[in-house]
């Protein structure tokens, strides 16, 4: 056997073991976020008052992004990524009888903000954030590329429903439903039976009111930065890679509502050439 061809062969084949370029998809859950709740609304005396409440959540937030990288360049290879992340919380609409406080209607929001499409219609705080990378190889073996780096991040997010939000988007129409409820006799059936149907009204409408309103609210943007740890691997000749990804971020402006965790871990796979 030629032993000098077969070392040619395996330099060619450890060659191969790493992308010029690859293009992924992953799965991006956020660490440690956590969302305040309100407390339940107190009675309040005014005729035809609507109040908010929204629970919180904590621990992982739900994700998925996507991630390109150049691994041409000498010395750094450069990484471009985009997650998508979300929580969800229950929120709901209280209207008191002035004349009777105990006698509170709940009215439930189901409303998906902005039309995001995940499970459940309930209310979604969502997080998008964009990577610029620069990550520096720890070691330089074939299949296996270990690597840290760091660079920019740009954060969007949504709002979160508040008692200002809700209160600026009551108009005649749903006022009208408001009072209704607000005024329910317990004793009387029809009473009953009147509110009870403004209150499916008065759910439908504020959902509509809700995410229109949502849209024209738009994203918070801010800019912040991050630190990663990650690996890639890849079999030679094969163009599929697997990789992970550790990101600690620095910076970025987020709800008063919301205490971010600041961490992301990325596990995908992706066409590599």
Do not use: C
Not at 22 to 44: I, N, Q, R, S
Not at 49 to 75: C, E, N, R, Y
Request: net charge negative.
């Amino acid at each position: 056997m030629n032993f000098k061809a077969l070392i040619a062969a395996g330099a060619l084949l450890a060659t191969q073991s790493f992308a010029i370029v690859g293009l992924g998809f992953h799965y991006a859950p956020g660490f440690g976020t956590k969302m305040k709740g309100m407390d339940a609304p107190a009675p309040v005396t005014e005729d035809g008052t609507v109040l908010l409440q929204h629970d919180g959540f904590s621990g992982t937030m739900q994700g998925f992004g996507f991630k390109a990288w150049v691994d041409l360049l000498p010395i750094i290879d450069i990484e471009a990524t985009l997650n998508i992340q979300f929580g969800s919380y229950d929120a709901s609409l209280f209207v008191v009888n002035p004349a009777e406080p105990d006698v509170v209607n709940e009215v439930p929001l189901e409303i998906e903000l902005g039309g995001t499409p995940f499970g459940k219609a309930n209310p979604k705080f969502v997080a998008m954030t964009g990577d610029l990378s620069i990550t520096y190889p720890i070691t330089f073996l074939p299949i296996i590329r270990p690597y840290i780096g760091g660079g920019l991040s740009y954060h969007l997010n949504s709002f979160i429903l508040n008692q200002k939000f809700t209160s600026s988007i009551i108009d005649g129409t749903t006022q009208e439903m408001i009072n209704v409820l607000a005024n329910v006799d317990p004793n009387d059936p029809a009473s009953v039976q009147a509110a009870k149907e403004k209150s499916q009204q008065l759910g439908e409408t504020m959902k509509e009111k809700v995410q229109k309103a949502a849209l024209d609210e738009g994203l918070n943007t801010s800019i912040g930065g991050h630190i990663l740890v990650g690996l890639r691997a890849k079999l030679p000749i094969i163009p599929i890679a697997a990789y992970g990804n550790f990101k600690y971020y620095i910076g970025g402006d987020y709800p008063s509502e919301i205490d971010a965790g600041n961490m992301t871990v990325e596990l995908g796979v992706g066409l590599a050439i």
